[in-house]
């Protein structure tokens, strides 16, 4: 598994909505969150990256949002909350193929990490790529914050 460790500062201003995962339904939670992103965002034509941004964060929060073209915008304005990430240390791993095998991957990557003697800390990060029809070439970004 093609882990990278980086140390360089990574940081990102996401928009959307975030709320307890009920009863620690963290996937089922973060769907609705990003409905109710996309919702506010396509019927308000707010320009954006068009990347979904899942953050897992403690006590089973869960925050869906994405990457504003111009985030000067004022959010207020269509009820989006903003969420600033920065990490300086964490693990990243591009997984490539059917959204239904990303929590596998994930495991994967949290055994590696401990058998090299990480931590893995809170946020966790997943990133999904644009959609594509073809399962086997969606791409999504896995960011796991390391101690």
């Given amino acids: 598994m093609g882990i990278e460790i980086i140390t360089k500062n990574f940081q990102l201003d996401i928009y959307g909505f975030g709320s307890i995962a009920t009863n620690k339904d ?15 965002i396509k019927t308000n034509e707010i320009k954006n990256r068009g990347k979904n941004i899942w953050v897992y964060e403690t006590a089973d929060k869960v925050f869906a949002g994405v990457e504003l073209e111009n985030p000067t915008i004022a959010n207020d304005n269509f009820g989006l909350e903003k969420m600033i990430i920065d990490v300086e240390k964490y693990a990243y791993y591009k997984h490539i193929g059917s ?30 790529g644009h959609w594509a029809k073809d399962e086997s070439k969606l791409e999504t970004e896995l960011i796991m914050c390391l101690k």
């Fill in 26 to 40: 963290y996937a089922g939670t973060a769907f609705k969150l990003s409905g109710k992103m996309w919702d506010v």
């Fill in 99 to 128: 959204h239904n095998l990303i929590k596998q991957t994930g495991q994967k990557m949290t055994d590696e990490l401990a058998k090299r003697g990480f931590e893995i800390i809170l946020p966790y990060i997943e990133i999904y």
